[in-house]
């Protein structure tokens, strides 16, 4: 499953990097294609989620993205829309397979918990994420 969910990672990358070439166009196509990364991996673990949870959860990191000027740049841009998707897909992946490996089967069954599990394996993935990088900063300006 680990290796199905990285060529899903890989080919929606490629496809975001594709397609970043055109500023400001660009943005809701790549918006676009990391839903449908979202939707494909929770297919390839067997994850059900409630409509519109792939929706929801890019448009939680979509500000993010849009807000980031490298994406105007079209070169830049390209590179940048490649990474961000891995990004979004690997932290994904991560929580699912946390998700997976610490709740019994009955959870698993119901749409809303797992959406709501997966939510909050997210926000320890960016939380662990943020405080990384204050910290690595306070190392640099030492």
């Given at each position: 499953m680990h290796e199905q969910a990285q060529q899903?990672?890989?080919s929606h990358a490629n496809q975001a990097f594709g397609v970043s070439f055109i500023?400001?166009?660009s943005v809701p196509i790549v918006y676009g294609?990391?839903?449908k990364m979202i939707v494909q991996l929770d297919k390839i673990f067997g994850i059900p989620?409630?409509?519109d949870w792939d929706s929801e959860i890019v448009g939680d990191i979509f500000a993010g993205f849009v807000a980031a000027p490298a994406l105007m740049i079209p070169l830049?841009?390209?590179g940048f829309?490649?990474?961000y998707v891995k990004s979004i897909g690997q932290n994904y992946t991560q929580a699912i397979a946390c998700v997976l490996a610490h709740t019994d089967m009955d959870a698993l069954q119901d749409p809303k918990q797992?959406?709501?599990l997966i939510k909050e394996e997210l926000h320890k993935i960016h939380a662990a994420k943020r405080e990384?990088?204050?910290a690595r900063k306070r190392l640099s300006q030492k």
């Open positions: 899903c990672i890989e500023p400001f166009i294609v990391c839903a989620t409630v409509i830049l841009g390209a829309a490649s990474a797992v959406t709501h990384n990088r204050i």
